[in-house]
């Protein structure tokens, strides 16, 4: 069984930073490519950042270019998202993703796996 379990959100001062982690289980990780991913209530789930299997290719939303940044380490099954510089506008539930074909998107249909969600909070 596939689990992704997101941890690290919280509530932030504008202009602070906050270190997001996803551990994954039940798959191979290194053959997956990672996400992450944001939503807003009465949002669509909003693209933030991807890598690929093996941490060679990230792909940033523009929202988030220069302040985020996601990588992956492979020995422990995770994936992180550093987030620098934050604003009230990045207050969303951040959602892990693996998706088995390996190369990144910033498509959500196209992800197989799904964590939870960690509530961020960026208070002006």
């Known amino acids: 069984q596939v689990q992704l379990v997101e941890s690290g959100g919280g509530l932030v001062q504008a202009g602070g930073s906050l270190r997001l982690s996803c551990v994954a289980s039940g798959l191979t990780f290194s053959s997956y490519a990672m996400a992450w991913f944001r939503q807003t209530p009465g949002k669509e789930r909003e693209f933030v950042a991807a890598?690929?299997?093996?941490?060679?290719?990230?792909y940033r939303a523009d929202s988030v270019k220069g302040r985020f940044t996601i990588s992956r380490d492979n020995a422990k099954n995770t994936v992180y998202l550093q987030m620098n510089s934050l604003k009230p506008e990045d207050t969303a539930v951040y959602y892990c993703a693996a998706r088995v074909a390996g190369t990144t998107t910033a498509s959500a249909s196209e992800y197989d796996y799904w964590g939870q969600g960690t509530q961020v909070t960026v208070s002006s």
């Open positions: 890598i690929s299997r093996f941490g060679g290719t990230t």
